[in-house]
């Protein structure tokens, strides 16, 4: 079976093919995505939910989020997806042309599942074509599909432009709180100095006062002693936790972890 690949066809679009199972995390949402489901199951977690998207599902996702991606083929079909990257610029030109307000910032949901619509359908219709052809949309078509894809949101929960213009930054935020939520999120430093709202050198220093050590000391010492209580509390099998908790690969995480307790991963399981 062949790996995923992603088709790039503008500098905002892009066709997913996979057939096998492949689990994508430690990312940062930088920008808001527009998700068509074409076949198979994309299931992706965040600090506050777990959804999982099937054939046929359209989701609305908000940026500045950390999100962990799981798809998977179904019925001996090619796991497929359609995205849109609605980035800012373009939403940004979109809302001075239309003259929209764009100070308020939004507050509801930030993963939404959009309701059924032939007018959806046929926009994403409307691109099957390059996709089956490998053809690249230029840039001045590119453009105008997102915003064909902008006016079709609106026209269908036009209070979705407050989720759609909404061009703050993130605030500052309770660092102690946040850093137990998303300590599993397995990305830069900078990604969660970004969502908190604070610079690097702010993050640290803030860091540091509040935890008494290095942001990436914390962050080993957490994962593990998670992991250490899924293993032995919750009895989840070594081999299972271990992506979750954000370690790259097992025998990294068989090292420190032993270097932690004194006794690998598996020591516990044949106890």
């Keep these: 079976m062949k790996k995923q690949t992603d088709n790039l066809f503008s500098d905002s679009i892009v066709y997913s093919l996979d057939t096998d199972k492949q689990t994508e995390y430690n ?8 998700l068509l489901q074409l076949s198979g199951e994309m299931t992706f977690e965040t600090s506050s939910e777990r959804i999982t998207a099937t054939s046929g599902d359209v989701y609305l996702v908000k940026k500045h989020q950390f999100i962990k991606t799981t798809k998977t083929p179904k019925n001996n079909e090619y796991y497929k997806a359609l995205m849109f990257v609605l980035k800012e610029d373009t939403l940004r ?11 308020v910032k939004y507050q509801g949901k930030s993963n ?3 309701p059924d619509s032939s007018y959806l ?7 099957i074509p390059y996709t089956q052809n490998a053809k690249n949309i230029d840039h001045p078509l590119s453009v105008l599909k997102v915003k064909e894809a902008i006016e079709l949101l609106l026209l269908l929960k036009p209070d979705l432009r407050y989720f759609l213009f909404d061009f703050s930054e993130p605030h500052k935020v309770d ?3 946040f850093m137990h939520t998303n300590f ?7 990604n969660f100095a970004r969502l908190t709202g604070r610079s690097l050198a702010g993050f640290k220093r803030d860091f540091n006062k509040i935890f008494g050590m290095p942001p990436r000391h914390w962050l080993q010492h957490k994962r593990l002693s998670e992991a250490h209580f899924q293993i032995t ?10 992506l979750e908790l954000g370690f790259e690969n097992f025998s990294h995480f068989s090292f420190v972890f032993k270097k932690q307790f004194g006794y690998s991963p598996k020591d516990i399981r044949s106890k």
Excluded: C, H, W
């Design 121 to 127: 359908k046929g926009f994403f219709n409307s691109l």
């Design 27 to 34: 990312n940062l949402l930088a920008e808001s995505v527009l």
């Design 112 to 114: 939404i599942l959009m």
């Design 184 to 190: 599993k999120f397995n990305v830069p430093i900078d």
């Design 93 to 103: 030109e979109y809302a001075l042309e239309k003259q929209l307000e764009t100070s």
């Design 233 to 242: 509390r919750e009895n989840k099998k070594p081999s299972s936790v271990y």
């Design 175 to 177: 660092l102690e709180k």
